[in-house]
């Protein structure tokens, strides 16, 4: 059995959730639940989950207040949240999972299937999904990937580019390095179209600072600065040289 903790400071809410565990989640077993940040923390000292359902806004603070709170997260977490654009940007950049109020049955249950999963700590991704909400202006600098074997917190700086490969996505770094991440393309144009990312062709979206040049013949293709030749889709040709005249 799966060990859950809810913390939420809505007693219906929980209610609902443990009622929407026992349908659509039946190996899970909620161990334990608390109404608030303090008592949840008091509670997570004496008892660990294997998951911890956590609500955003509470009376006596936030889910991320309990996060500052904890020195080390060794069990999942799935946030429970109304909706909130920047946290759920936020979810997005640190790769974690999170549920809409009402929770939605379909979502529940691809979010435990998640989890059933995966093995590894995920502290790092904590730490960075604590780091982006604490400063609503500072922009995003790192972006959790999911690989089959761990999470990669990687510098958004540091990419050179990412290509489609079916329902993955390769990404390709300045030092050389590839991950190939069980995410799309489309989901990543989302995150990085603001970091001078641009996206020339339906597999390839590119980090405009290291285009080396673009080359007019056989269709139209970028150079990257690793030599890499990305080919330019011909509906977006006058886009990219409109968008390179203004870098």
């Keep these: 059995m799966i060990k859950a903790i809810l913390i939420d400071d809505i007693e219906q809410a929980r ?6 565990l026992q349908v659509y989640a039946p190996d899970v077993e909620v161990i334990a639940e608390a109404g608030g940040v303090i008592e949840g923390a008091k509670l997570l000292k004496t008892v660990q989950p294997d998951v911890l359902f956590l609500d955003i806004q509470m009376q006596d603070g936030s889910g991320f207040d309990l996060l500052d709170i904890l020195t080390d997260i060794p069990f999942k977490i799935i ?4 909706s909130d654009a920047h946290a759920i940007k936020a979810f997005r950049y640190a790769a974690i999972d999170y549920l809409l109020k009402p929770v939605d ?7 435990m299937e998640k989890l059933r999963q995966k093995t590894v700590n995920e502290n790092e991704k904590y730490k960075l999904l604590n780091e982006t909400l604490k400063d609503h202006q500072k922009p995003h600098t790192k972006l959790a990937l999911h690989t089959h074997e761990k999470i990669h917190v990687v510098d958004i700086s540091d990419i050179i ?5 079916v329902n993955y996505t390769e990404f390709f770094f300045a030092d050389g390095k590839k991950l190939l991440v069980t995410k799309t393309l489309k989901e ?19 980090n405009t600072k290291f285009i080396k040049e673009f080359i007019k013949a056989d269709g139209g293709y970028i150079l990257m600065n690793n030599g890499t030749n990305i080919p330019v889709s011909s509906r ?12």
């Design 161 to 165: 580019r990412c290509e489609s490969n």
């Design 79 to 82: 946030f429970i949240t109304a």
């Design 236 to 247: 977006k040709r006058a886009q990219v040289v409109e968008m390179l005249e203004r870098l």
């Design 105 to 111: 049955p379909d979502e529940l249950k691809v979010a």
């Design 188 to 206: 990543f144009e989302d995150l990085l179209t603001g970091h001078g990312f641009y996206r020339v062709h339906q597999s390839h979206l590119i």
């Design 15 to 20: 209610i609902t959730l443990k009622k929407d």
